[in-house]
């Protein structure tokens, strides 16, 4: 068990439909991070946020959208789902963003397990 | 912008063959690199990583060395086992202009028995 909670870990909709995933971060990290995981593309990085605040911005599709809440943890919302959208959907959680605030410059990501989104 | 170029796979090796994953990276200033392993039906996890030149990530037999003038960081291991077999991924880790990871494409690793 990594310490990154994600859920649900599987999930199969219609397109068109709209989905919320969520993410707990590891005890301790203010840093969370969104990516997708297709059979063709790899690894891709959607969105980060630090401490409630969106820190980067990725391949983000404008029907994807994304918060952290104060007690940390995040969710990423997908909209208008395609067939394309089908894939895993990765969370990973990291201390820290800046200097001076635990970064030691070796910015470790802690993934949990992903949740697998089918939309037929 | 910034890079990671890793070798296609997928690598099939007997079990105890040497392993070599290459790993190159384009990047502004000085990042820190990694490898992360994916098992199958898990999330990614760190393997190992370096963050200045010349230093050597190792962990699980597995050694990589933050080659600067070649920007590289290629993955070895000298016997691999069946249990390797998974997705290994180089990543690097950059603040300038942004804090941000990079990840390449995965390789893929099938080791036979």
């Given at each position: 068990?990594?310490?990154?909670?994600?859920?649900?870990?599987?999930?199969?909709?219609?397109?068109?439909?709209?989905?919320?995933?969520?993410?707990?971060?590891?005890?301790?990290?203010?840093?969370?991070?969104?990516?997708?995981?297709?059979?063709?593309?790899?690894?891709?990085?959607?969105?980060?946020?630090?401490?409630?605040?969106?820190?980067?911005?990725?391949?983000?599709?404008?029907?994807?959208?994304?918060?952290?809440?104060?007690?940390?943890?995040?969710?990423?919302?997908?909209?208008?789902?395609?067939?394309?959208?089908?894939?895993?959907?990765?969370?990973?959680?990291?201390?820290?963003?800046?200097?001076?605030?635990?970064?030691?410059?070796?910015?470790?990501?802690?993934?949990?397990?992903?949740?697998?989104?089918?939309?037929? | 912008?910034?890079?990671?170029?890793?070798?296609?796979?997928?690598?099939?090796?007997?079990?105890?063959?040497?392993?070599?994953?290459?790993?190159?990276?384009?990047?502004?200033?000085?990042?820190?690199?990694?490898?992360?392993?994916?098992?199958?039906?898990?999330?990614?996890?760190?393997?190992?990583?370096?963050?200045?030149?010349?230093?050597?990530?190792?962990?699980?037999?597995?050694?990589a060395t933050y080659r600067k003038e070649t920007t590289s960081f290629h993955?070895?291991?000298?016997?691999?086992?069946?249990?390797?077999?998974?997705?290994?991924?180089?990543?690097?880790?950059?603040?300038?202009?942004?804090?941000?990871?990079i990840f390449g494409a995965g390789t893929r690793l099938f080791v036979k028995?």
């Amino acid at each position: 068990d990594s310490g990154v909670t994600q859920t649900p870990k599987h999930l199969i909709t219609a397109t068109g439909q709209r989905v919320t995933l969520r993410c707990s971060p590891r005890s301790g990290d203010l840093s969370v991070y969104w990516y997708q995981q297709s059979l063709d593309q790899g690894l891709q990085f959607l969105i980060q946020y630090y401490n409630g605040e969106e820190r980067a911005k990725g391949n983000i599709l404008e029907r994807f959208s994304a918060q952290q809440f104060p007690d940390l943890h995040s969710e990423l919302n997908l909209s208008s789902l395609e067939l394309g959208d089908s894939a895993l959907y990765f969370c990973a959680s990291s201390v820290a963003n800046a200097p001076g605030q635990g970064f030691s410059g070796a910015n470790v990501l802690t993934f949990g397990a992903g949740s697998r989104l089918t939309v037929l | 912008g910034d890079s990671v170029t890793q070798m296609e796979g997928p690598v099939t090796l007997s079990e105890e063959a040497c392993l070599t994953i290459n790993c190159t990276y384009t990047a502004t200033g000085y990042p820190s690199l990694f490898w992360y392993v994916q098992y199958p039906g898990e999330g990614l996890q760190l393997l190992l990583k370096a963050t200045k030149a010349d230093d050597k990530g190792s962990n699980k037999g597995f050694e990589a060395t933050y080659r600067k003038e070649t920007t590289s960081f290629h993955l070895e291991k000298g016997s691999v086992q069946v249990s390797d077999s998974a997705v290994y991924f180089c990543a690097l880790f950059t603040y300038t202009g942004g804090f941000k990871t990079i990840f390449g494409a995965g390789t893929r690793l099938f080791v036979k028995a």
